[in-house]
């Protein structure tokens, strides 16, 4: 991946030498409802003048219909791979049972559906949909697949707040692509250069004369961007990743990496008629963040870096222009919006630290501290293994320790968290409520608190990882499960089987309750990968011992043969 990444960027020409009028920005179409009918698809978009490129979308050629949910509702949905290749689709931001979660685990190969159903437990506000595939993200992203889900509560009707979508609450996903000669969307390269708001490039929206709701999610594949806006006007921050903040904060500039969502209230009220941009001022981005000038120290920096004109400079995303205000327009910015109430750093159960830093499972590579390969506590992503084990109900701080040269946006399934220390100092105030993801700068480290309430599943496991799409790629990602300890019990019966130890350290022990005789066929990891299997028999065919000191902490399915019927015994290694 690395490697071939070097090749791909000498082939990236600059999109901007395209001829490229101004196009209107696209307004993802909503489904309502409580199921929601999904096609991963194929498809092909003109970009750019003339030129047609090959994408991926669902029930479209690019990005996915916005699903507008209640808080509360039991939703379906139906998600059939029209794709020639495996995928899966993940709930960013959403609080489901692992089972349902669409990480790496839930595969859905071609023309199969997979159905997960749910109840919307998360606050009013905007969280994402986006695909998840073992080292397969980055590349099903940037073809097109992604799209929004708007989490609404009765309340917000009240909070005074825009709330049409389309007329005065707009979704702007934000991303920028690198395009090869040959306009295909190219992945593990730093030149992408072009920039798409909801699939479009170039675009302008006319937004009426009053106060305005832009739902901001940065769906790049791995930049940030510091936005405000090109006639310098204030703006006021209404949520962070997971609902609402408890006042509007008023700003000038939001820094906003990859995964992150933020609704701002912007107020029009005196400028109709009159044209401005959303911007990214990136010349006053931090260095060490990807956009920013710089990033690394040499040796340890990018290959290419600078000669993406975006790395370090201001430049336009979307044009907005003022046009008439609707019939009862939202003419003043709220006062009050949700009262906020974190969780309790004097609730904690366990607090655990996690460690960004390179590592090198490619033989020959030098391992780089501004590209990676990067792991988390010294580990690169296993689909076997189970990295962090939590009981349920645990209150945990989470310490997020970033050795490297680059900034990392960490995400966590689940869960939502309260960023409570920031480089030994509390969080600025945008980052403040409820967030799943954090930007963690080169050399800091970030405190967050979590409770972990609601699922737990002893075979399934969630994923934490960086959000920059190529970083999670190659491996920095890991895994936790949660667990519900009053159910585990130290002896297991599986059928007419004891397992004992069960979790096991150094070995298990597999007897027949009845003292029949028994013989293996295989064992399995979870996600069905045969596992070399070093066994002892004891008791002539009636009891054997397996040992587990070279396997991954994981479960693993054991295949026995009793008579003329096949048992499978789930064994658990920690
Ligand atoms: Cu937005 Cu695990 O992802
Ligand atoms: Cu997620
Ligand atoms: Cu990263």
Same mark, same amino acid.
């Given at each position: 991946?690395? /490697?071939?990444?070097?090749?791909?960027?000498?082939?990236?020409?600059?999109?901007?030498s395209?001829?490229?009028?101004?196009?209107?920005?696209?307004?993802?179409?909503?489904?309502?409802?409580?199921?929601?009918?999904?096609?991963?698809?194929?498809?092909?978009v003109?970009?750019?003048?003339?030129? *047609?490129?090959?994408?991926?979308?669902?029930?479209?050629? %690019?990005?996915?219909?916005?699903l507008?949910?209640?808080?509360?509702?039991n939703?379906?949905?139906?998600?059939?791979?029209?794709?020639?290749?495996?995928?899966?689709?993940?709930?960013?931001?959403?609080?489901?049972?692992?089972?349902?979660?669409?990480?790496?685990?839930?595969?859905? *190969?071609?023309?199969?559906?997979?159905?997960?159903?749910?109840?919307?437990?998360?606050? &009013?506000?905007?969280?994402?949909?986006?695909?998840?595939?073992?080292?397969?993200?980055?590349?099903?992203?940037?073809?097109?697949?992604?799209?929004?889900?708007?989490?609404?509560?009765?309340?917000?009707?009240?909070?005074?707040?825009?709330? *049409?979508?389309?007329?005065?609450?707009?979704?702007?996903?934000?991303?920028?692509?690198?395009?090869?000669?040959?306009?295909?969307?190219?992945?593990?390269?730093?030149?992408?250069?072009?920039?798409?708001?909801?699939?479009?490039?170039?675009?302008?929206?006319d937004?009426?004369?009053?106060?305005?709701?832009?739902?901001?999610?940065?769906?790049?594949?791995?930049?940030?961007?510091?936005f405000?806006?090109?006639?310098?006007?204030?703006?006021?921050?209404?949520?962070?990743?997971?609902?609402?903040?408890?006042?509007?904060?008023?700003?000038?500039?939001?820094?906003?990496?990859?995964?992150?969502?933020?609704?701002v209230?912007?107020?029009?009220?005196?400028?109709?008629?009159?044209?401005?941009?959303?911007?990214?001022?990136?010349s006053?981005?931090?260095?060490?963040?990807?956009?920013?000038?710089?990033?690394?120290?040499?040796?340890?920096?990018?290959?290419?870096?600078?000669?993406?004109?975006?790395?370090?400079?201001?430049?336009?995303?979307?044009?907005?222009?003022v046009?008439?205000?609707?019939?009862?327009?939202?003419?003043t910015?709220?006062?009050?919006?949700?009262?906020?109430?974190?969780?309790?750093?004097?609730?904690?159960?366990?607090?655990? %630290?996690?460690?960004?830093?390179?590592?090198?499972?490619?033989?020959?590579?030098?391992?780089?501290? &501004?590209?990676?390969?990067?792991?988390?506590?010294?580990?690169?992503?296993n689909?076997?293994?189970?990295?962090?084990?939590?009981? /349920?109900?645990?209150?945990?701080?989470?310490?997020?320790?970033?050795?490297?040269?680059?900034?990392?946006?960490?995400?966590?399934?689940?869960?939502?968290?309260?960023?409570?220390?920031?480089?030994?100092?509390?969080?600025?105030?945008?980052?403040?409520?409820?967030?799943?993801?954090?930007?963690?700068?080169?050399?800091?480290?970030?405190?967050?608190?979590t409770?972990?309430?609601?699922?737990?599943?002893?075979?399934?496991?969630?994923?934490?990882?960086?959000?920059?799409?190529h970083?999670?790629?190659?491996?920095?990602?890991?895994?936790?499960?949660?667990?519900?300890?009053?159910?585990?019990?130290?002896?297991?019966?599986?059928?007419?089987?004891?397992?004992?130890?069960?979790?096991? %350290?150094?070995?298990?022990?597999?007897?027949?309750?009845?003292?029949?005789?028994?013989?293996?066929?295989?064992?399995?990891?979870?996600?069905?990968?045969?596992v070399?299997?070093?066994?002892?028999?004891?008791?002539?065919?009636?009891?054997?011992?397996?040992?587990?000191?070279?396997?991954?902490?994981?479960?693993?399915?054991?295949?026995?043969?009793?008579?003329?019927?096949?048992?499978?015994?789930?064994?658990?290694?920690?």
């Open positions: 991946m690395i /490697l071939i990444k070097r090749i791909i960027t000498l082939l990236i020409i600059l999109p901007c395209f001829l490229s009028a101004q196009n209107q920005l696209a307004i993802p179409s909503t489904l309502t409802g409580t199921t929601f009918n999904l096609s991963i698809q194929t498809g092909t003109s970009f750019f003048n003339g030129t *047609t490129t090959p994408t991926y979308g669902i029930n479209g050629a %690019i990005l996915g219909p916005t507008v949910v209640n808080k509360n509702d939703v379906v949905l139906n998600l059939t791979n029209n794709l020639p290749v495996n995928t899966t689709i993940h709930w960013h931001g959403l609080h489901v049972p692992a089972m349902m979660d669409g990480g790496p685990h839930q595969i859905i *190969t071609p023309t199969n559906t997979w159905s997960p159903s749910f109840k919307i437990l998360n606050n &009013a506000g905007t969280y994402w949909y986006h695909p998840h595939g073992l080292g397969k993200t980055d590349l099903h992203v940037s073809k097109g697949i992604a799209g929004f889900i708007i989490v609404h509560e009765p309340f917000e009707a009240s909070l005074g707040v825009p709330l *049409t979508y389309g007329v005065d609450d707009f979704p702007l996903v934000i991303q920028t692509k690198a395009f090869d000669v040959l306009n295909q969307i190219a992945i593990s390269t730093e030149m992408d250069t072009a920039i798409l708001v909801n699939g479009t490039y170039h675009p302008n929206l937004i009426p004369a009053q106060i305005v709701r832009l739902r901001l999610l940065n769906g790049s594949s791995m930049r940030a961007y510091n405000g806006f090109s006639n310098g006007m204030n703006f006021y921050q209404i949520t962070t990743d997971g609902g609402y903040k408890d006042v509007p904060v008023q700003m000038n500039r939001i820094l906003m990496a990859p995964g992150e969502r933020v609704d209230l912007i107020d029009l009220s005196t400028l109709n008629g009159q044209s401005f941009d959303l911007m990214s001022f990136a006053e981005m931090p260095n060490g963040i990807y956009g920013s000038a710089m990033v690394g120290v040499a040796p340890d920096t990018i290959m290419g870096y600078s000669e993406n004109h975006l790395n370090g400079n201001d430049f336009s995303i979307l044009q907005l222009n046009v008439n205000p609707t019939t009862n327009p939202i003419t910015i709220p006062s009050a919006l949700v009262p906020f109430s974190p969780y309790s750093p004097q609730d904690v159960n366990a607090t655990r %630290i996690f460690e960004f830093d390179t590592i090198t499972t490619l033989p020959g590579m030098m391992p780089n501290l &501004a590209e990676g390969q990067f792991g988390i506590n010294r580990k690169v992503m689909m076997d293994s189970i990295n962090v084990r939590i009981p /349920l109900n645990s209150t945990e701080i989470w310490t997020l320790i970033n050795k490297t040269h680059i900034a990392h946006p960490f995400h966590i399934h689940d869960m939502q968290f309260n960023v409570i220390e920031k480089n030994g100092t509390v969080p600025d105030v945008y980052e403040t409520g409820w967030k799943d993801v954090v930007l963690v700068m080169p050399h800091d480290s970030v405190k967050f608190i409770k972990f309430t609601d699922f737990s599943d002893e075979m399934t496991p969630y994923m934490y990882h960086c959000h920059i799409l970083h999670e790629d190659d491996g920095m990602m890991g895994t936790f499960i949660v667990y519900d300890s009053t159910n585990s019990l130290k002896i297991k019966e599986q059928g007419n089987f004891s397992i004992f130890p069960n979790p096991a %350290i150094e070995e298990w022990v597999v007897k027949s309750i009845d003292q029949i005789d028994f013989g293996i066929i295989e064992m399995t990891s979870i996600s069905g990968q045969k070399a299997l070093n066994f002892e028999k004891t008791n002539f065919n009636k009891e054997l011992r397996i040992d587990a000191r070279k396997l991954e902490r994981g479960y693993y399915f054991l295949k026995v043969k009793v008579g003329n019927s096949i048992q499978i015994l789930k064994l658990q290694k920690v």
